[in-house]
Nanobody, 127 residues
């Protein structure tokens, strides 16, 4: 079992920044790909960003078009943590953000491919 705990959400004005953190515990492995998803009220959960594992660099990343260039996903394997730096936030970024982990080295945008989920952290962007 893997437990994931998100933190760092909050209220921010449009154009501002937030950094989300996700700490993993339990049967973690540095070969586990991680992802961030979000769900806005009345909408389905959507992919935000994912990071895989590479022995060459810090991890191969993949982003939804809606956040590309504004959000950055990163990880610290020594701390079993993954982060989501969110810049130039917009009101449409308002959602509950979830951290997820999958037992694969490759990134994925498919929520169904992730077996472990955190409880979520609220991000609210005021316009």
């Amino acid at each position: 079992q893997v437990q994931l705990v998100e933190s760092g959400g909050g209220l921010v004005q449009a154009g501002g920044s937030l950094r989300l953190s996700c700490a993993a515990s339990g049967r973690t492995s540095s070969t586990t790909a991680m992802g961030w998803f979000r769900q806005a009220p009345g909408k389905e959960r959507e992919f935000v960003a994912s990071i895989g594992i590479s022995s060459i660099n810090s991890g191969i990343t993949y982003y939804a078009d809606s956040v590309k260039g504004r959000f950055t996903i990163s990880r610290d394997n020594a701390k079993n943590s993954v982060y989501l730096q969110m810049n130039s936030l917009k009101s449409e970024d308002t959602a509950i953000y979830y951290c997820a982990a999958r037992t694969s080295t490759y990134y994925s945008a498919r929520a169904a491919s992730y077996g472990y989920w955190g409880q979520g952290t609220q991000v609210t962007v005021s316009s």
